[in-house]
C-alpha cells in the first residue's frame, strides 16, 4: 500500500503581514496554504475529512487558539494543529498541547523549523486517513459482491478491473439496470493508486438543468444571494480521486456542458470564482442505454461521448453468467440476514428454482432484493436445520447440491447436466471433484 502524500495547510493568523509573509514562503515549500485571518472563519471552512494540518496563532482575538484546538479536535481527534505563540505564552501552549495539540513554536522561529513540522504532521495525517478508508472499505465488503464467481464473463470483468484500475484513463461503463456498474466502478478505483482518495457518485439522472452547475461545481461565498459561505461542487470533492457519473445519457444540457469542459480542461469554474480551480481527477462514467441511440435522440451530447469513451467496459447481465447466481445468493442472502441479525434461512426446491430458471432482468439489484424477501420470510422455505459451517462452507455444500440435483435430473448424463447448469464441461468435472460427485452414481438403467 502507498500512503497518500499530502500538502494541504490551514494558516490562522490575525496579523495580515506576518500571515502573508508566511504563507508565501510555505507555498514555495510545495504546500497548498489557505490562510484565514480568524479561528472562526477557518472553523467554517474545515471538516472531518480535510486532508492537511492546521497551523494557528494561540493569541487572537475572538476565538484564540486554544478555543480553535479545543473545537477543532472534538471535530476530528486526529487532526494535527500546530501552535505559534509569544515566549510569554509558552505555558499555555504546553497545556494545548497536553489537550492534543501537535506540537508549538514560539515566535520568533526558523521557517525550515516549521517546515520540518508541518511534513511529520502530514505524514501522521496521510496514514490516519488511509487507515481509515481502508477501514471503511475491509468493514463493507458490498461492492465485491458482483464480481463474485467462476463464470468466465465475470473472470474477464475481473480481469479488465485489474487493469483498468492502475490505467490512467477515462472509462465508459455499459450494462443493463441493476447490473452493478457503480460496484465495477468503485472496483476499478479500489485497484488503483487513487483507492485511498474519495469516490464521488452523481447521480446524473437526479440533477436539475436549473441547480446543476452549483451542485457539480460549488460556489464562492456571495456568488448569489443566500450564498453565505463557500461550498465544494461535487466535481472538486472528487480532487485527487474518481468522479463516477452515473446515467450520463440523462445529465441535463447545463450539467453535460459543464462535464464537457472538465473532461478537456481538467479544471472547474466554482459559481463567483475569479479563476477555474485546477483538478486531479479520474472520470468513470456509466449507461444503461446503447451510446449511439443516446446521441441520436439529443439525449447525450457527441462530443461528451466521444471524451468519454476513451475505453468502454461492458457489465454482463445475469442471464450470461447464471453460474454465478447461487453464490451471488448466498452473499446476498448473508448480508440481509446480517441485518436482520438472524441466520440465513435454508433454501427449498421453488427457490432454488427460480435462481436458475428466472431471466432476472433487474439483475443483481433484483437478485438483492429476493435475498431480502428470502431472509425477512416472505418465500416458501423449510424448516430444514441451518448448515454449519461459514458463508464459503455453506455456498461450496449448496453448490454440491444443485450438481447433484442437476445429475439426478438428468440420469448422470453430462451433456444433459452442463445444459441444465449452463457452465462448460470442464468446469462442471473440476466442480465434481472438487465436491467428490460421480456421475454413475446418478445414471440409472
Known amino acids: 500500500m502507498t500512503f497518500q502524500s499530502l500538502n494541504r495547510i490551514v494558516m490562522v493568523e490575525d496579523d495580515v503581514a506576518f500571515r502573508e509573509a508566511l504563507a508565501e514562503r510555505l507555498a514555495l515549500d510545495g504546500f497548498a496554504v489557505t490562510a484565514f485571518g480568524s479561528g472562526e472563519a477557518a472553523l467554517k471552512a474545515l471538516t472531518d475529512r480535510f486532508d492537511g494540518v492546521v497551523v494557528t496563532d494561540l493569541r487572537m482575538p475572538g476565538l484564540d487558539g486554544r478555543q480553535l484546538v479545543e473545537r477543532l479536535l472534538l471535530m476530528d481527534p486526529d487532526l494535527p494543529v500546530v501552535m505559534m ?101 468503485r472496483a476499478i478505483h479500489n485497484a488503483g493508486r487513487r483507492r485511498t482518495r474519495p469516490f464521488v457518485a452523481v447521480a446524473c439522472a437526479a440533477l436539475s438543468d436549473g441547480a446543476a452547475e452549483g451542485q457539480l461545481a460549488g460556489h464562492e461565498a456571495g456568488a448569489f444571494s443566500g450564498a453565505i459561505r463557500r461550498r465544494v461542487g461535487q466535481i472538486e470533492q472528487s480532487h485527487q480521486g474518481t468522479l463516477f457519473l452515473d446515467d450520463i445519457d440523462q445529465a441535463p444540457p447545463t450539467a453535460q456542458r459543464l462535464l464537457l469542459r472538465v473532461l ?41 461521448f466521444y471524451r468519454l469513451n476513451v475505453v468502454r467496459l461492458r457489465v454482463p447481465p445475469l442471464r450470461e453468467r447464471r453460474e454465478d447466481i447461487p453464490l451471488l445468493f448466498a452473499r446476498f442472502l448473508a448480508h440481509a440476514s446480517d441485518r436482520l441479525g438472524r441466520p440465513a434461512p435454508t433454501m427449498d426446491h421453488a427457490v432454488r428454482r427460480r435462481l436458475l430458471e428466472y431471466d432476472w432482468p433487474g439483475n443483481l439489484r ?37 450438481i ?42
Open 404 to 445: 447433484r440435483e442437476a445429475l439426478t435430473a438428468g440420469r448422470g448424463d453430462i451433456r444433459t447436466v452442463t445444459q441444465a447448469l449452463q457452465i462448460p464441461r470442464k468446469t462442471l468435472y473440476d466442480k465434481m471433484a472438487r465436491h467428490g460427485i460421480r456421475p454413475a452414481e446418478h445414471r440409472t438403467d
Open 85 to 185: 505563540t509569544g515566549h510569554g505564552d509558552i505555558a499555555e501552549a504546553v497545556d494545548a498541547m497536553k489537550r492534543g495539540a501537535y506540537d508549538f513554536l514560539a515566535k520568533p522561529f526558523a521557517p525550515e523549523r516549521l517546515v520540518q513540522t508541518l511534513r511529520r504532521a502530514l505524514e501522521k495525517r496521510g496514514l490516519v486517513l488511509d487507515n481509515r478508508r481502508l477501514a471503511a472499505l475491509a468493514a463493507d465488503d458490498t461492492w465485491a459482491i458482483p464480481l463474485s464467481g467462476d463464470s468466465r464473463a465475470v473472470d474477464s470483468l475481473r480481469t479488465a478491473v485489474r487493469q483498468l484500475g492502475e490505467a490512467p484513463v477515462d472509462v465508459l461503463i455499459e450494462g443493463e439496470t441493476g447490473s452493478g456498474k457503480e460496484a465495477i466502478a
Open 366 to 402: 433484483e437478485l438483492s432484493n429476493f435475498a431480502s424477501q428470502v431472509a425477512v420470510g416472505m418465500t416458501a422455505l423449510t424448516a430444514t436445520p441451518q448448515a454449519e459451517g461459514g458463508l464459503s462452507e455453506r455456498v461450496q455444500a449448496y453448490e454440491a447440491e444443485l
Open 264 to 304: 478537456e480542461e481538467r479544471e472547474v469554474m466554482p459559481l463567483g470564482a475569479a479563476e477555474a480551480q485546477a483538478l486531479d481527477l479520474r472520470i468513470l462514467a456509466a449507461t444503461n442505454t446503447d451510446p449511439a441511440l443516446a446521441i441520436q435522440r439529443g439525449d447525450l451530447r457527441e462530443d461528451l
